[in-house]
């Protein structure tokens, strides 16, 4: 571990255990995300594309009609605004590791609601030199809330992202963002035959989660589907 991740891993032991905690969303103390909170979020909501998650649209969408995913299906629990999106900020960028079991369970409950069964919840990879640097995969944090909460195997070792490409936030262009994850995964794993839960925290354009998918896929996985805790719109 990088001296900025072992300083990250020390800052969030002081986030949880000397700070009180506070909601990311009103400032109440004792949660770092009130239930009052939580509910006023901007769920998302049908109709939406079954293959992208897009809102107020009929499936498959315009875009994915032009451009299918390689995902068999995506379950996504809220719009990228507001307080969800105050909350990412947190986990991902300010260390608030503690947010993850409290958003790791409305996807739960997503999942099970979408009656998707899988054999294994992937974690959407970091590059070994940006998981240096941050400390932490917020989306390994997501899924191992959701695999306790499911009964279901995380398995980090199935998918390994094999170049940097740079993070997809300062790729602004649709066809940019394809380009930037093309070929960024690779399988290693004895996959053949699975069923696969790709996880990370937000979802925009279906990059990351095709190129993965793509890679599973090319190994043998008979399915593989796309779980994120918030869609851009």
């Given at each position: 571990?990088t001296?900025?991740?072992?300083?990250?891993?020390?800052?969030?032991?002081?986030?949880?255990?000397?700070?009180?905690?506070?909601?990311?969303?009103?400032g109440?103390?004792?949660?770092?995300?009130c239930?009052?909170?939580l509910?006023?979020?901007l769920?998302?909501e049908e109709?939406?594309?079954?293959?992208?998650?897009?809102p107020?649209?009929?499936s498959?969408?315009?875009?994915?009609?032009?451009?299918?995913?390689?995902?068999?299906?995506?379950?996504?629990?809220?719009?990228?605004?507001?307080?969800?999106?105050?909350?990412?900020h947190?986990?991902?960028?300010?260390?608030?590791?503690?947010?993850?079991?409290?958003?790791?369970?409305?996807?739960?409950?997503a999942?099970?609601q979408?009656?998707?069964a899988?054999d294994?919840?992937?974690?959407?990879?970091?590059?070994?030199?940006?998981?240096?640097?941050?400390?932490?995969?917020?989306?390994?944090?997501l899924?191992?809330?959701?695999?306790?909460r499911l009964?279901?195997?995380?398995?980090?070792?199935?998918?390994?992202?094999?170049?940097?490409s740079?993070?997809?936030?300062?790729?602004?262009?649709y066809?940019?963002?394809?380009?930037?994850?093309?070929?960024?995964?690779?399988?290693?794993a004895?996959?053949?035959?699975?069923?696969l839960?790709?996880?990370?925290?937000?979802?925009?354009?279906?990059?990351?989660?095709?190129?993965?998918?793509?890679?599973?896929?090319?190994?043998?996985?008979?399915?593989?589907w796309?779980?994120?805790?918030?869609?851009?719109?």
């Amino acid at each position: 571990m990088t001296k900025l991740g072992l300083l990250n891993s020390v800052w969030n032991k002081v986030l949880t255990t000397v700070l009180p905690a506070q909601c990311v969303g009103c400032g109440v103390s004792g949660t770092y995300l009130c239930d009052d909170c939580l509910a006023s979020a901007l769920w998302l909501e049908e109709p939406q594309c079954e293959m992208c998650a897009e809102p107020g649209v009929a499936s498959p969408c315009s875009r994915c009609r032009l451009r299918p995913l390689a995902v068999d299906g995506t379950v996504a629990v809220f719009v990228m605004d507001g307080v969800i999106r105050k909350a990412v900020h947190q986990l991902k960028y300010r260390n608030l590791r503690a947010l993850a079991p409290i958003l790791g369970r409305p996807m739960a409950d997503a999942l099970t609601q979408r009656g998707v069964a899988v054999d294994a919840l992937i974690p959407i990879p970091m590059h070994p030199r940006q998981l240096r640097s941050r400390g932490y995969n917020q989306a390994a944090l997501l899924a191992k809330e959701v695999g306790t909460r499911l009964e279901v195997p995380v398995e980090q070792a199935y998918l390994r992202r094999q170049r940097w490409s740079g993070p997809q936030v300062a790729t602004a262009d649709y066809d940019s963002r394809w380009a930037n994850v093309a070929y960024a995964f690779q399988c290693d794993a004895n996959v053949q035959g699975k069923s696969l839960m790709l996880v990370d925290d937000v979802m925009t354009t279906g990059s990351t989660m095709h190129s993965a998918a793509n890679a599973l896929k090319e190994a043998g996985a008979a399915q593989v589907w796309a779980l994120a805790l918030a869609r851009e719109v």
